[in-house]
């Protein structure tokens, strides 16, 4: 069997390279506040993830954005 995916992102933990730049709260909702780079990691158990973010000002900010968590449970 393939398996189900389940949602973890209340068990996943969040955190940014730069908070000046992008936060990120528990639940996984990322606002980028300022201009800058940073990266957000995401682990959950012993599986780690993460991606790069670059957020240009023009009047776009803040920019926010949700992540979900899942997994494939077997």
């Keep these: 069997s393939a398996g189900r995916f389940e ?3 209340d068990k996943a933990v969040f955190q940014s390279s ?3 730049v ?3 709260t528990a639940d996984g ?3 980028a506040v300022a201009s ?3 990266n957000i ?5 012993a599986i780690p993830g993460s991606a790069n973010l670059t957020a240009a000002a023009e009047g776009k900010i803040p920019i926010t954005v949700t992540v979900n968590v899942s997994v494939i449970v077997r």
């Excluded at 990691?41 to 158990?45: A, L, R």
């Design 7 to 9: 949602d973890v992102t």
């Design 18 to 20: 730069n908070t000046a």
């Design 22 to 24: 992008v936060t990120v």
């Design 29 to 31: 909702l990322i606002q």
């Design 36 to 38: 800058g780079a940073a």
């Design 41 to 45: 990691t995401v682990s959950y158990t």
